[in-house]
């Protein structure tokens, strides 16, 4: 009990940053939950649930302010959320240290990410198949959908695998590759992370890796932290925070991989 009061508390301050940046900070629950003994499947499963309630959250807050494009989230994220299907069934047959070993790796390059300088880069308004001219509110932008969906398909695979949420690849990309303003790009993350990690759950679950007894309370307590950050994260812009994810994501790689090491 006292064990499973200790992760709630390290999951709530997680829910609140993560909530602040548009990601699902998977990366962060999974490593607290397998140093703290839990198997890497079942920390996985367990991250896919707690992703999906603070991103429903999140979104919900996100929602209200008018900066989630429903359109752009039902067109790209779908190949998310069948790679992710898949990626959290096949897990099953993975064995846990080739898990750790990908996820550590996984930490690696999303640090690489979180250092990048994200600038938005518009693509010019082009009347080609494959390129979609949107308008969503004050918005007008253009999406190169031969880039966005294997990009999407891609990391629903390694995300659903692992129990991250992929936001901390989609947001970057989404801004730089594909065309989409920041603010949307964050805001409609939140409901793509929400569906991504139904899915990945879904996909573990099938294979038996998830205890409800676990993971519900842990659940409830990240919703809550989920609301709490991503209110924060509309009143300002913590620009530091993403390279203090960057170099907490390169040591938690490093504690994954001593994990890995002693095991």
Known sequence: MNSLLIIGLIILAIA????????????????????????????????QIIM???????????NKSKVVDWKLALVIDPPTDIMAFVGGYFAGYIDAGTLKLVFA?????VSIFMFLKVKENPIPKKNKF???????????????????????????????????????FKIPLMVMLCGIPIELAVGTSSAMVAATALMGF????????FDLKYAIPLALIAMVGGFIGSKFALKRKPKNLKKIFAVT?????????INILNN
């Open 130 to 168: 494959g390129y979609w001219n949107r308008e969503f509110g004050k918005y007008n932008y253009t999406v190169n959908l031969w880039l966005t969906l294997p990009i999407t398909a891609l990391v629903g695979l390694f995300a659903g695998a692992i129990g991250i949420s992929g936001g901390a």
């Open 52 to 62: 999906m309630t603070t991103a429903f959250t999140s979104m919900l807050v996100f």
């Open 105 to 109: 790796i996984i930490l690696i390059i």
């Open 202 to 209: 879904i996909g573990h679950a099938v294979k038996g890796n």
């Open 249 to 257: 994501n390169l040591l938690a790689a490093v504690m994954m991989i």
């Open 16 to 47: 609140i940053l993560m909530s602040m940046v548009g990601k699902g900070g998977g990366n962060f629950y999974v490593l607290a939950m397998v140093l703290a003994g839990t198997s890497m499947h079942k920390a996985a499963s367990t991250s």
